[in-house]
């Protein structure tokens, strides 16, 4: 403990603020997982893209609850129900402020992002799309927003129509001008690029595609991590994110849509708490947003998500930004020194996401000795295989920041690919 | 190879034991993987792919005419450290009897030549993949011989 203790001071003594009004290294001091080691070095934490690790107020969050409030919500009448119940609701107020939706009943619980496409895809999508009908999405979409528009288009004979993107990573806006028609019902893009970074222009999309009468549903699963969210400014039908990439648990994500859209789609699982009456000639519905809600819900992640969320908006979501963006051209910088290696997405004012490829290694190779290092990258296709044909690859390399990174770890992750250079090179 | 399976587990491990920085470790594995006689593109296919892996790898069997026959493997992978390995595993299981092939316990193997603390669990099934595929094909061998 006190060996930890005096290790972590040293780490702190040498960390500089990138940004200003951010602590990093007070940040870093309520990771518990980033204080340990791995194979007698640091850990280098670069893969928060894939999933964030979890601050103490998270841990504690769980913890708490199941310590002392915990208990099934909207059922009992005794008063650890209600606790866990007014935690549960709690959670879902502190979500509609982290997004400013008008109001909760715009806010459901899902078990995560891919569920809450696949729940918009299967009742808006199966009630109000027809044969012919089209939906757009783009070329960097993640698998989770390209597979379940798929399955609607085969299941209605609909029509899928894809966004290209430029050579440096970029939405190409006019194109996707050019794909709207009367017939275009649904648009379902990336807020941010999980490869590339890439911020997608949501708002001038939502308005084009509002202009021919079509929703717009925003997988918001890196964007809501990297900056401020409004969905009534953004004017969305749909913002869909996940709880882990956010600093939070996994098996929990939030579904916004519009209350009117909500009310007009016919509820898709069924079971408990989603019900208003049951016989067995006919049940009707719940209110909003109870209807989406079927079975009993991951009480202890959702709670936790609220304490994430909080968390991050104490910190400041424009400060947590600052950081990474500051952090970012510093390892762009970097990167750009290593001899042999491509970068993949250069659009101004991307998120903190770098995808590389190196000329004497595959990316699995990269990957393997940097954890050798401590140092964690993803390699792979990201869940983007029509990304890595746009680029030619069959793989790449990512480095994905949060905000517990420093330039230390930037630095490791440089030497790390020395290394790589010296082994392939 | 000359001697035993197990004669060459041991060599393979005596090498290892020689290397202090990773750097050379992997740099060594890298190098078995070049100087492999690797698998033509042409006969990479989804009859010779294995399973599992996060990269991809290929593995090919032909059989000698000798008595008892013996297997012979060719392999290759788009990773260079993955292809590395492959050349460890076929130092250890091409051209042996599948009698031999099947006497090697494969987790006392992965465990001499520290291959589990080398490569990272995803990658590790890959390799699980390719030892469970050559025996598969030395447990057949061995069917036929039986029949």
Same mark, same amino acid.
């Given at each position: ?144 927003? *390209? %597979? ?8 209605? #004979?609909? @029509? &899928?129509? !894809?966004?290209? =993107? $430029? ?18 019902? *649904? %648009? ?8 590339? #970074?890439? @911020? &997608?222009? !949501?708002?001038? =999309? $939502? ?219 | ?147």
């Amino acid at each position: 403990m006190t060996t930890a203790n005096a290790v972590d001071r040293t780490e702190t003594a040498t960390i500089a603020p990138e940004a200003p009004g951010f602590d990093v290294a007070a940040v870093r001091a309520d990771f518990p997982i980033l204080a340990q080691t791995v194979r007698g070095k640091p850990l280098t934490y670069l893969d928060s893209g894939a999933s964030a690790q979890k601050p103490k107020a998270v841990i504690d969050a769980i913890t708490s609850l199941y310590t002392h409030d915990y208990a099934n919500v909207h059922r009992g009448a005794y008063s650890l129900s209600e606790k866990s119940t007014s935690l549960y609701e709690g959670s879902r107020e502190i979500a509609r402020r982290f997004i400013n939706a008008e109001s909760t009943r715009e806010v459901v619980f899902t078990k995560g992002a891919t569920e809450a496409i696949n729940l918009v895809a299967n009742t808006y999508g199966r009630s109000f799309l027809s044969e012919g009908d089209e939906v757009i999405i783009s070329e960097l979409e993640h698998h989770s927003n *390209i %597979v379940p528009w798929q399955m609607l288009r085969d299941e209605k #004979g609909l @029509v &899928l129509k !894809v966004v290209p =993107i $430029t050579d440096d990573g970029a939405f190409d806006l006019e194109a996707f001008k050019g794909l709207l028609t009367e017939r275009t019902k *649904i %648009v379902s893009v990336a807020h941010v690029s999980n490869v590339l #970074g890439t @911020v &997608l222009p !949501v708002k001038e =999309i $939502t308005q084009a595609a509002h202009a021919v009468g079509a929703r717009v549903l925003v997988d918001g699963c890196q964007g809501a991590v990297h900056i401020p969210v409004d969905v009534q400014d953004l004017d969305c039908d749909f913002y869909v994110f996940s709880g882990h990439k956010l600093y939070g648990p996994t098996g929990v994500g939030i579904l916004y849509g519009k209350e009117a859209l909500l009310d007009a789609m016919p509820p898709w699982q069924g079971g408990g708490d989603m019900i208003a009456t049951v016989t067995f000639e006919k049940s009707t519905w719940a209110e909003l947003p109870a209807k989406f809600e079927a079975g009993t819900p991951p009480i202890s992640a959702a709670i936790a998500l609220g304490a994430a969320m909080d968390y991050v908006s104490a910190l400041g979501l424009e400060k947590i930004a600052a950081h990474e963006h500051a952090l970012l051209n510093y390892a762009q910088q970097q990167l750009a020194s290593v001899e042999g290696l491509t970068l993949y997405g250069t659009t101004p004012g991307k998120c903190a996401v770098m995808s590389f490829t190196m000329d004497c290694a595959h990316p699995h190779d990269i990957a393997t000795i940097l954890d050798q290092s401590g140092v964690c990258i993803r390699a792979g296709h990201h869940c983007a295989q029509p990304v890595m044909e746009r680029f030619g690859v069959p793989a790449m390399g990512r480095a994905s920041l949060g905000m517990y990174n420093t330039r230390d770890d930037i630095d490791r992750l440089i030497k790390g690919l020395g290394s790589v250079r010296k082994i392939f090179g | 190879m000359a001697g035993t399976p197990q004669e060459t587990i041991d060599e393979l491990a005596e090498n290892f034991a020689l290397f202090d920085e990773m750097e050379d470790k992997y740099g060594y594995i890298v190098d078995l993987g070049r100087q492999m006689d690797a698998l033509p593109d042409s006969e990479k296919g989804d009859e010779t792919k294995v399973t599992g892996c996060m990269s991809q790898v290929w593995i090919k069997p032909t059989v000698d005419d000798g008595d008892p026959p013996r297997l012979h493997f060719r392999g290759d992978s788009d990773a260079f450290i993955v292809k590395g390995l492959i050349a460890i595993l076929l130092k250890v299981y091409s051209g042996r009897t599948a009698e031999e092939i099947l006497s090697v316990d494969p987790a006392e193997m992965m465990h001499r030549l520290e291959l589990e603390n080398h490569i990272s669990p995803n990658r590790r099934n890959g390799l699980v993949s390719m030892v469970e595929t050559i025996r598969n094909y030395a447990k057949r061998l061995r069917e036929k011989q039986e029949a």
